[in-house]
């Protein structure tokens, strides 16, 4: 059911927001990059609330804290916790893709998963980290 799904990005919505505020204390050279990805997964956050509501759904509320991959310490471990929200973000759009006909819902979730693999891409660049980017996003590969 695609309002399950939507739950699901919400979920990895709320954890990337949580993520970036985590992070901000972390990375000093890419701090402009931190602020647009935090602003941009909080507009995405908003307008997931207001689709499941409208739809007659409760959003589900952020958790009180989420366990990075790894504790975050240094400006690497910030880049991983980073690389690995957006990569679960673009799990979550994916999976709204694959169980929703809704022209507008999947459109939302393209867009979601694009701008979420083109953010982790460039994550992965700034790390160092190959390949740097994913042939299928959201796939559950890399």
């Not at 059911?1 to 939507?6: L, W």
């Not at 460039?122 to 042939?135: E, L, N, Q, Y």
């Given at each position: 059911?695609?309002?399950?799904?939507?739950q699901?990005?919400?979920?990895?919505?709320?954890?990337?927001?949580?993520?970036?505020g985590?992070?901000?204390?972390?990375?000093?050279?890419?701090?402009?990059?931190?602020?647009?990805?935090?602003?941009?997964?909080?507009?995405?956050?908003?307008?997931?609330?207001?689709?499941?509501?409208?739809?007659?759904?409760?959003?589900?509320?952020?958790?009180?804290?989420?366990?990075?991959?790894?504790?975050?310490?240094?400006?690497?471990?910030?880049?991983?916790a980073?690389?690995?929200?957006?990569?679960?973000?673009?799990?979550?759009?994916?999976?709204?893709?694959?169980?929703?006909?809704?022209?507008?819902?999947?459109?939302?979730?393209?867009?979601?998963?694009?701008?979420?693999?083109?953010?982790?891409?460039?994550?992965?660049?700034?790390?160092?980290?190959?390949?740097?980017?994913?042939?299928?996003?959201?796939?559950?590969?890399?």
């Open positions: 059911m695609s309002v399950d799904a939507v699901d990005a919400l979920a990895a919505e709320h954890a990337a927001v949580w993520t970036y985590l992070v901000s204390a972390f990375i000093q050279q890419q701090a402009a990059d931190v602020a647009t990805g935090a602003t941009a997964h909080r507009a995405r956050r908003d307008a997931t609330e207001r689709w499941l509501r409208d739809r007659g759904a409760a959003p589900r509320p952020p958790a009180a804290a989420y366990l990075p991959p790894e504790p975050v310490d240094s400006a690497a471990s910030a880049i991983a980073l690389i690995t929200a957006e990569t679960d973000a673009c799990v979550a759009w994916r999976g709204v893709l694959e169980r929703t006909d809704e022209a507008a819902l999947r459109q939302a979730a393209l867009d979601a998963l694009t701008v979420s693999a083109v953010r982790a891409t460039r994550w992965r660049k700034v790390a160092g980290v190959t390949p740097t980017s994913i042939a299928f996003p959201g796939a559950g590969v890399g």
